[in-house]
């Protein structure tokens, strides 16, 4: 419990029901109030118009997303919030890695709406890293509850560390890199980005920058 | 030479295979280490097989859920049996193994309940396992509906596009 305190301050409040508990201290209140608050901003705002020229012919214009594909994605964006809301507040080990995966298949939700072909090929390449990322994910949860017979966040912080512990660290922060598509790996998102529709895709990068956050945090707090 | 690796990285179809190449670099170091399991989560099981021998001579019949019985009355918070909760507060650990009136049929006329995976709802491997992970059930099966739902949108946009390339 002593590393939770020392990284993000005294536990506000906690939800005691069985596995889910979420637990929420000063530092995780001010992720949930920044998604709270971006999520509500997406899912009101309206998609983008992008202004098209076409050179040597008279083609000047805007093209939008259709509607249709626009609700598509708002309801990906909000389901991608609610995702985040559990990243950022859970106190279980295998609950927050469910809730990882879950922000990695709703951002692919968000491009799966698109028309575009090489948007949807990369999508396509994105969601092979998502597939593959859950192996090393929900092994580093397993090697954890082997190792130490806890999966809560709490007990884990009191545990001293172990070399096991480490390896299934480094197997976590790969899989969120994976699911988050963090940095070396943001090649297909760059590809995915010149999508249009530009309110929804902001998701994606505040989803990485939550579970970048929540992943450090638990690195520190599994040591 | 690294220019040349960063920019095959800049690919999307190549992102995949550099990712699944660093797992397996990760995993390689990992074979160096002993793997042990935690003692104080271990129960007790009954051998593999000890059902039928039992049975035959007519000793319990909770021993038709061999090897997942973990002893213990189901619904009964004197009597639980072996289970470990993993959280001090909440109600876990209360029930062993609660069965369905079909799982009690099913575990009174076979020997062989605790190694089948049944498929009806409530299987029994999900009400032992599951029952003291509540949420996890739920999670998991939100996930696979997601990536069904995006699935359906991109063969439903697919079909209407060939429709209206053939009334073209």
């Known amino acids: 419990m002593s590393d939770i305190l020392n990284l993000s301050g005294s536990i506000i409040g906690r939800i005691l029901l069985a596995d889910i508990v979420p637990y929420l201290t000063p530092f995780s209140l001010a992720l949930v109030i920044t998604i709270l608050v971006f999520t509500v901003f997406l899912t009101l705002s309206t998609p983008e118009f992008r202004a098209m020229i076409q050179f040597k012919k008279d083609v000047v214009g805007t093209s939008t997303v259709e509607k249709k594909e626009a609700r598509f994605r708002r309801f990906m964006t909000i389901l991608c919030g609610v995702a985040l809301l559990g990243v950022v507040t859970t106190g279980d080990l295998f609950n927050f890695a469910l809730f990882v995966s879950l922000v990695g298949v709703t951002n692919l939700g968000i491009f799966a709406g698109v028309k575009d072909s090489h948007v949807l090929n990369a999508a396509f390449q994105y969601g092979l890293v998502i597939m593959i990322c859950s192996l090393p994910l929900f092994g580093g949860v397993a090697i954890t509850l082997a190792r130490t017979g806890t999966l809560s966040m709490g007990v884990l912080a009191v545990i001293p560390a172990d070399p096991l512990v480490n390896i299934s660290r480094a197997l976590l922060i790969i899989g969120a890199i994976g699911e988050g598509a963090l940095a070396p790996f943001f090649a297909t998102k760059v590809e995915m980005i010149r999508a249009k529709g530009a309110p929804y895709i902001n998701m994606m990068h505040l989803s990485s920058l939550m579970v970048f956050t929540r992943i450090i945090e638990i690195i520190f707090i599994m040591g | ?168």
């Open chain 2, 1 to 168: 030479m690294i220019g040349r690796i960063f920019n095959s990285l800049a690919k999307p179809d190549k992102v995949p295979k550099a990712f699944a190449f660093a797992i397996m670099l990760v995993l390689l170091v990992s074979l160096v280490y002993s793997y042990q399991l935690n003692p104080e989560q271990l129960y007790t099981k009954p051998a593999p097989q000890v059902q039928i021998e039992m049975a035959q001579e007519n000793v319990d019949v909770s021993y038709n859920l061999a090897p997942y019985n973990r002893g213990g009355t189901p619904l009964d918070p004197e009597d639980r049996g072996i289970v470990k909760s993993q959280y001090e507060t909440g109600n876990l650990g209360w029930i062993t193994a609660y069965l369905t009136p079909f799982s009690q049929w099913l575990r009174n006329i076979s020997y062989r309940f605790g190694t089948t995976i049944l498929s009806h709802p409530g299987g029994i491997l999900d009400e032992i396992l599951y029952y003291t992970r509540g949420l996890d059930t739920i999670l998991e099966s939100t996930i696979l509906f997601v990536a069904f739902t995006i699935a359906s949108w991109v063969i439903l946009n697919r079909t209407e596009k060939e429709r209206k390339d053939r009334e073209k």
